[in-house]
Nanobody, 117 residues
Framework: QVQLVESGGGLVQPGGSLRLSCAAS????????MGWYRQAPEKQRELVAS???????NYADSVKGRFTISRDGAKNTVYLQMKNLVPEDTAVYYC???????????WGQGTQVTVSS
């Protein structure tokens, strides 16, 4: 099993910044892909950003140029740096890890991000 622990959410004003972190433990592999999803009230969960073991990244169009995903292999941690936040970014953000070795998806418990004045 894999455990994902997120941190860094909170309340921020429009135009502000936050950095989310997700630390992984358990049966993890360097080949795992990681990413962040979010789910706003009454909306479906959507991909925000993802990063492969090789460092290739993918972003939702709505966050391109504002969010940056990165990973630290030594710490088994993935980060999401969020800048120029807007109210539409308000959601619960979930860390995701896909294990190619185990053919399984793993999810964190979610962290709330609220953008409001």
């Amino acid at each position: 099993q894999v455990q994902l622990v997120e941190s860094g959410g909170g309340l921020v004003q429009p135009g502000g910044s936050l950095r989310l972190s997700c630390a992984a433990s358990g049966t993890i592999f360097s080949t795992d892909a990681m990413g962040w999803y979010r789910q706003a009230p009454e909306k479906q969960r959507e991909l925000v950003a993802s990063i492969t073991s090789g460092g290739s990244t993918n972003y939702a169009d709505s966050v391109k140029g504002r969010f940056t995903i990165s990973r630290d292999g030594a710490k088994n941690t993935v980060y999401l740096q969020m800048k120029n936040l807007v109210p539409e970014d308000t959601a619960v953000y979930y860390c995701h890890r896909y294990s190619y070795a185990l053919f399984k998806n793993f999810w964190g418990q979610g962290t709330q991000v609220t953008v409001s004045s």
